[in-house]
C-alpha cells in the first residue's frame, strides 16, 4: 500500500511561483508513474504533469507547459511540482497520485489510471 502526502500549497499572489512536495511511504519502485492533477469544485480532475521512472521521463497537460516542472528525488521517494507565473485560473485543490502503469499510459495523465491518491494541498491564486 502506498501512502501520498502532499504539501507546499498556500495563497500567493498571480505571477508568483509555489513549489508542491509528494512524499511517498515507501519506495516508489513499484508505482513508477506519479502524477499530479488538479480539481475546483467546478470542474473535474485535470491532470498537470507526471513523470515515469523509467527515464525520469516527463509529461505535461499542454495548458500548463512552460510554466510547471515537475521532477522527483528518488533517494527521499519525492516527487515535487514547480509552478511558475501562477493565474487566478490555477486555484484549485493538487493532488498527486501513483501507478504503475507503463510510460506511454503515464503520459495521459488520466485520473481513472492512478491507484493510490493523497489528500491534496490547496492552491490559492489570487489577481
Sequence with gaps: ??????????????????????????????????????????????????IHRSGLRTFYADSLEGRVTISQAAADNVVYLQMNSLKFEDTAMYYCAAAQIPFATCANLQATDFDYWGQGTQVTVSS
Design 1 to 50: 500500500q502506498v501512502q501520498l502526502a502532499e504539501s507546499g500549497g498556500g495563497s500567493v499572489q498571480a505571477g508568483g511561483s509555489l513549489r508542491l512536495s509528494c512524499k511517498a511511504s515507501v519506495y516508489l519502485y513499484n508505482t513508477p508513474c506519479i502524477g499530479w492533477f488538479r480539481q475546483n469544485p467546478d470542474n473535474e480532475r485535470e491532470g498537470v504533469a507526471s
